[in-house]
């Protein structure tokens, strides 16, 4: 969800974190909004959610995981992670 506070924007990020980084991710706090949601019993998947008002920081947060993160939100999140994967591909 993206919601203005007068003329900042907030964006509502959520990360899905797998494995060695869904234990980071429980263990770590990253920022002062985040929460965590366990999304298994084992501990190897967490959603990772905090607010933020700009996504740069965050799209290379979640890029320093590999493919232990994807990301479900906000959508502008999402397009520039598909955005940098491309790029990076097309090398």
Known sequence: MERGRGDLTRHLVR?????????LGQERRWHPTQEGVALNAKGTGIEVRFEVGRLEEVLRWVLSFG????ALAPPALVQMVRDEVEAMRQG
């Open 67 to 70: 493919s232990q993160a994807k």
């Open 15 to 23: 990360v899905e974190l797998k494995n060695d980084a869904a234990r």
